[in-house]
């Protein structure tokens, strides 16, 4: 019984570090990945919004800039391209007209001019998604803006709108009056920030009445829509995580390797000293 428990420790024990070097290696790829996109929509932000102008005139220069098209690309397949890398819905005309896409290109952008967003999602009567907008925190107020139609809500008097303003049917008419071929139906009635109902698991266990209950504000936050925006992000937030519970995993093995089956056992920290103790230490001179 020892020696077959002590196979099955090895086995566990090698193919928990194997994973470890995996999802380490993931880490790296994820997150050189991110910051090279981090760099180049820096460098983009700060071509289209300078950041001495105001947050008002950069949600105006994202926005201004999106509706400009003759120089982006056209893609005769939409299914080759990914709608959540932001090198691909920043330069290709189709993703731009389609609500998501153009959403997460505006909220990329905006985040790295320093403006709070958030990915606003109108519902309908079914729950489901109809149109995607976004809100922008302005002198203190959440205001929305449609990236699809390159606006900013406003009122008959230039007001800013915020959704709770959209949901008077008078202040939604006059917003949306003077832009060209605006559906009527994407109203602002029913709206949230983050679908739980998605993941079939937690429409379930009904968490969205449980946080509502516990904490009515935990949809507005913080933003946690980067997640489904932008790839490389989804992909680092995962790995890391995978790697802090094999880490665990591995400890509590150590633990049980050392505690009940007494197996000696390599310790990387162990042999990491003591090479670094040796590489420090002055070298003795032979008499």
Same mark, same amino acid.
């Given at each position: 019984m020892?020696?077959s428990?002590?196979a +099955?420790?090895?086995a ?6 194997l ?7 993931v ?13 180049y929509?820096?460098?983009?932000s700060?071509?289209?919004a300078?950041?001495v ?8 220069? +994202?926005?201004d800039c999106m509706r400009?098209?003759p120089?982006?690309?056209v893609?005769?397949?939409l299914?080759?391209?990914s709608?959540?890398d932001p090198h691909l819905t920043?330069?290709y005309?189709?993703?731009l007209?389609i609500?998501?896409t153009?959403?997460?290109a505006f ?8 403006l ?5 999602l ?6 489901n998604t109809k149109?995607v907008?976004?809100e ?7 205001i929305?803006?449609?990236p ?13 709108l915020t ?5 008077n049917?008078s202040l939604?008419n006059?917003?949306?009056g ?5 559906p009527l139906?994407y ?6 920030h983050?679908r ?6 937690l429409a379930?266990?009904h968490?969205r #009445?449980?946080?509502?209950?516990v904490f009515p ?9 980067l997640?489904?925006? #932008?790839?490389?992000?989804?992909y680092?937030?995962l790995?890391s995580?995978a ?6 995993v #591995?400890?509590?093995l150590?633990?049980y ?10 310790h ?7 090479a670094?103790?040796?590489f420090?230490?002055a070298p003795?001179i032979?008499q």
């Amino acid at each position: 019984m020892p020696k077959s428990r002590h196979a +099955i420790f090895r086995a566990l024990w090698w193919s928990c570090n194997l994973l470890v070097v995996v999802a380490f290696l993931v880490v790296l790829s994820s997150g050189f990945r991110e910051f090279s996109l981090r760099y180049y929509l820096d460098g983009f932000s700060d071509a289209i919004a300078p950041s001495v102008l105001s947050a008002e005139s950069k949600v105006q220069a +994202i926005l201004d800039c999106m509706r400009v098209e003759p120089s982006r690309a056209v893609v005769t397949n939409l299914d080759t391209l990914s709608p959540r890398d932001p090198h691909l819905t920043l330069n290709y005309q189709q993703l731009l007209r389609i609500c998501g896409t153009a959403t997460n290109a505006f909220l990329n952008l905006a985040r790295e001019d320093d403006l709070a967003v958030l990915r606003l999602l109108l519902l309908g009567p079914d729950g489901n998604t109809k149109h995607v907008a976004a809100e922008v925190l302005l002198d203190r107020r959440w205001i929305v803006v449609d990236p699809t139609y390159h606006v900013i809500m406003k009122d008959a008097q230039g007001r800013f709108l915020t959704r709770q303003d959209l949901q008077n049917s008078s202040l939604f008419n006059e917003a949306v009056g003077s832009i060209p071929n605006y559906p009527l139906d994407y109203n602002y009635e029913h709206t949230t920030h983050v679908r739980l109902e998605r993941v079939p698991l937690l429409a379930k266990l009904h968490l969205r #009445r449980l946080l509502d209950a516990v904490f009515p504000s935990w949809d507005e936050a913080a933003d946690r829509s980067l997640l489904l925006e #932008r790839e490389s992000f989804f992909y680092l937030t995962l790995a890391s995580l995978a790697a802090l519970f094999l880490f665990l995993v #591995r400890f509590l093995l150590g633990g049980y390797a050392d505690s009940r089956l007494r197996i000696r056992r390599f310790h990387l920290r162990d042999r990491a000293l003591r090479a670094g103790s040796a590489f420090l230490r002055a070298p003795e001179i032979e008499q």
